[in-house]
């Protein structure tokens, strides 16, 4: 069953070795492009690891960013995003909504059978929407209601693999005109008008040889410099039509020299 919209997103399947403050910095940089963040939750503890909450300000810079970044590469792992099951705190005591949760008590048997380890992190749980189960019973859905509208990267088993896309992409961008020489320099078009650098790294970091990106702003292209022209070439067929949303799929040449 879908959960109905609203301003908090439950995002799992994140890279669990990455330092808690540098993901929630990473996260914001990607989330922020779609509208104003309240807050990110992120947790250290083993039970949370993996998983983040981002509170929007508005419901539909909610629902925008998460039919946008639905699977996206995000530290080498595809990013499931839901709605949360329930109303953050942040957002319960701006609406004037918000009930104080009992606190758990810790019995002395419990202690003594080392049960604390769960109950333990109890200011955490205070603006957590508790999203966990339900994000992994739809995480299957997702992939298969995307299936029609993005066409993703070979190495997501989740996903449509990257040749697919060409097909796709061939619509997007009939340009007949001469090719470039293979070369370590990527041109891609067809960028939506939210996209980041920090975005782009962690799409084309993907492939082996990245460098850099060189966004070029209000034009909707950039360049990815990769360590040669051969893994530039691997990026290019592997992302080649990738849907950075359902209407636009990128578009990649070598670089003209």
Do not use: C, H
């Amino acid at each position: 069953m879908a959960l109905a919209a609203n301003q908090t997103l439950y995002v799992n399947n994140l890279n669990d070795k990455i330092n808690v403050e540098t993901l929630k910095k990473s996260l914001r940089e990607v989330f922020a492009a779609f509208g104003g963040i309240i807050d990110i939750i992120a947790m250290k503890s083993l039970k949370r690891r993996g998983q983040a909450w981002i509170i929007f300000k508005e419901t539909s810079a909610a629902t925008n960013s998460l039919k946008s970044l639905q699977g996206f590469p995000f530290y080498n792992k595809p990013m499931r995003i839901q709605f949360a099951k329930s109303k953050s705190d942040v957002v319960a005591k701006a609406d004037g909504t918000y009930v104080e949760r009992p606190k758990k008590i810790v019995k002395r048997e419990d202690l003594r059978k080392g049960k604390t380890a769960t109950p333990a992190p109890a200011p955490e749980e205070r603006t957590i929407p508790a999203a966990a189960p339900a994000a992994s019973r739809a995480a299957p859905a997702v992939t298969a209601t995307q299936k029609s509208i993005q066409d993703r990267i070979g190495w997501n088993p989740n996903q449509i693999a990257g040749p697919a896309g060409g097909s796709s992409s061939a619509a997007a961008a009939p340009k007949p005109a001469a090719p470039s020489e293979p070369n370590k320099t990527l041109f891609v078009e067809n960028l939506p008008t939210e996209a980041t650098d920090t975005m782009l790294s962690m799409l084309f970091r993907q492939y082996p040889g990245f460098q850099e990106v060189r966004l070029i702003g209000g034009r909707g292209v950039a360049f990815v410099d990769y360590q040669n022209e051969y893994q530039a070439g691997m990026a290019m067929q592997g992302l080649q039509g990738f849907a950075m949303t359902p209407e636009v799929k990128l578009n990649l040449t070598y670089a003209r020299k």
